[in-house]
């Protein structure tokens, strides 16, 4: 009997676990699609909503590490001035890996169309934390 009670314990935690992650990873793929349509209208503020808004955001690239939700902002505004050099972006998202039930890892790769400056392209990782319920980018490494 206690070994028929386990069993049926662990696949309910199992299916909980399961209907979890699932929910979680359509809600992180939600962001990552509103970055992207974000983008694409030419809207960096708003494209800068789904990073987490404090001096503990870290984003990496090719310059070396910045801190802060602010300084992200101001490097996107300056790398990017205006619609020409932001083209069009697309993801392609290869995984997604929860490490907890508030923390989750991506790896995927993006590409910029420009046609008068150029395409560009690489890959990324972003660390998102499940913070008061909504989903935000901690960390993004781009290169």
Request: aromatic share 12%; hydrophobic share 40%.
């Amino acid at each position: 009997m206690k070994t028929a009670i386990t069993v049926i314990l662990c696949l309910v935690f199992a299916i909980q676990t399961y209907a979890q992650n699932t929910n979680d990873r359509q809600e992180v793929l939600k962001v990552l699609s509103r970055q992207n349509e974000n983008w694409n209208k030419g809207d960096i503020k708003a494209f800068m909503e789904d990073y987490v808004k404090s001096d503990s955001l870290m984003f990496i690239g090719k310059n070396g590490v910045i801190y802060g939700w602010k300084a992200t902002l101001e490097r996107y505004l300056k790398t990017y001035p205006d619609l020409a050099t932001m083209g069009k972006l697309k993801f392609d998202i290869q995984q997604t890996d929860f490490h907890s039930p508030t923390t989750c890892w991506v790896l995927g790769k993006w590409h910029l169309t420009r046609p008068e400056k150029g395409d560009a392209g690489g890959f990324f990782t972003l660390v998102l934390k499940k913070i008061d319920g909504k989903w935000l980018i901690v960390s993004d490494h781009t290169s």
